[in-house]
């Protein structure tokens, strides 16, 4: 049966996002085509077969994914090639100005359940200001189903850790950009991947080597950035 010329055309982002979700819904419950097919027809809100397939074969087709390093279970892109992706989207858009890009590397550990225990590694980048602050601004670059280990995190990232490492420029339709990197997330993260311990710990602070029973010593004064004045290494 020949589509219309409506399903054939490009979809917006509202639409896109849309269908999103119901590729996650029938992803999650594991829902067959033919399943799928005879609810779409009952329904007017779930897109038919044919547009979840054809989103489906994009979402394949725009990242080669790869398995992560070391023991724990896990899938990755590139760097480089989601970076220049994103960039390439922004110079169409004309929504890139100066040549550095700020870049800011986050991770976030997730439960999904009581056994499932995930960690999710996302950049932003801070060119896109307000896009930056919203979720359609974080793009993934490694799941995990691990726990936030300092050595877990070590070895299943060593492949990205290793690529940023080598990366401080990126070329985009014939333009060289700078890249700035910063590093996010909340504070179990960031300690998990500074090796410290617990909050509880002697020197639990990130940023200066404070112990904790001179926290309360106002007089005394710590630096962020000095460290002749107690401040980590960067």
């Excluded at 996650?24 to 399943?35: G, T, V």
């Excluded at 922004?90 to 929504?95: A, F, I, N, S």
């Excluded at 040549?99 to 960690?119: A, C, E, H, P």
């Amino acid at each position: 049966m020949q589509q219309s010329d409506t399903e054939g055309n490009e979809i917006t982002d509202t639409q896109a996002d849309d269908i999103n979700y119901w590729i996650y819904i029938k992803d999650k419950f594991n829902i067959s085509n033919d399943a799928w097919h005879e609810m779409a027809l009952r329904s007017k809100t779930i897109p038919n077969t044919y547009k979840t397939t054809r989103k489906i074969n994009e979402l394949n087709q725009q990242w080669k994914i790869r398995d992560t390093p070391g023991q724990a279970e896990g899938v990755q892109i590139s760097f480089k090639e989601s970076l220049q992706e994103q960039i390439a989207n922004l110079q169409r858009k004309g929504d890139l100005e100066g040549d550095t890009i700020g870049v800011k590397i986050s991770g976030d550990g997730t439960n999904i359940g009581k056994r499932l225990k995930l960690v999710n590694v996302t950049y932003t980048i801070l060119n896109e200001k307000e896009a930056a602050m919203s979720e359609k601004g974080n793009y993934v670059l490694a799941i995990l189903k691990t726990s936030e280990n300092y050595d877990n995190l070590k070895e299943s990232l060593s492949d990205l850790t290793q690529e940023m490492s080598k990366l401080n420029k990126v070329t985009v339709e014939g333009k060289t950009y700078n890249i700035e990197y910063f590093f996010g997330g909340d504070w179990k993260f960031l300690a998990c991947v500074c090796g410290l311990g617990a909050a509880s710990q002697d020197y639990a602070c990130i940023w200066c080597k404070c112990p904790c029973n001179q926290r309360h010593d106002i007089q005394r004064v710590w630096s962020l950035s000095n460290s002749a004045q107690g401040a980590r290494s960067p």
